[in-house]
């Protein structure tokens, strides 16, 4: 059973969605995410989580958050560069994560988080099969478009030939 811990969470608008084994760099300013930047450095796991924060509720009589705000991305911290106005930090995405609980602190957000599992294949192998059949049949497709504009476009000539 995968363990729960406190992390911190750094929110982001729909439109910035961060999914495992993808990339990106922030340029953090504001002093609760320099703090967040800090205290994830002094945990010397370079960890925090990466959230989108959907203020939209799913109706009036629930408290609950929606959707969006209970799941979010665990990024390590791969690079700060200090500048004048805060920091350029680049982070990459390593894992799914549930938001178990929001913890109220200061300056910034925290919560408690639990590793989410992906549903692997029973058979990788049987996975990797298809996805050559799926490169082979898109090359075949890719050669066949190549043959068709090349034949498409003697015909034309053909006919422009023919007509003057």
């Known amino acids: ?5 406190e992390l911190p969470l750094l929110p982001f ?5 961060l999914v495992p084994s993808e990339s990106k760099t922030l340029h953090l300013y504001e ?3 320099l703090a967040l930047l800090e205290e994830s450095f002094m945990r010397k796991s ?10 939209i509720m799913i109706n009036d009589l629930s408290a609950e958050p929606s959707f969006a705000a209970r ?3 665990l990024v390590v911290i791969e690079n700060v560069e200090k500048l004048d106005v805060g920091a350029l930090v ?3 995405g390593v894992g799914r994560i549930k938001i178990v609980e929001f913890v109220q602190a200061d300056p910034y957000l925290k919560g408690v988080v639990k590793p989410e599992q992906d549903i692997v294949p029973e058979s990788l192998s049987r996975l990797s099969s298809k996805v050559t059949e799926i490169k082979e049949a898109l090359h075949s497709l890719n050669s066949l478009e190549i043959k ?3 034949s498409t476009l003697s015909l ?5 030939l023919c007509i003057f």
Do not use: N, W
Request: aromatic share 10%; proline share 5%.
């Open 1 to 5: 059973m995968a363990t729960s811990m």
């Open 46 to 55: 370079k960890l925090f989580v990466h959230f989108v924060l959907d203020p």
């Open 31 to 33: 002093a609760r995410y």
């Open 148 to 150: 068709l504009k090349v």
């Open 156 to 160: 034309s000539q053909c006919l422009l």
């Open 90 to 92: 680049s982070i990459r």
């Open 71 to 73: 799941y979010g991305c």
């Open 13 to 17: 608008p729909l439109t910035e969605v």
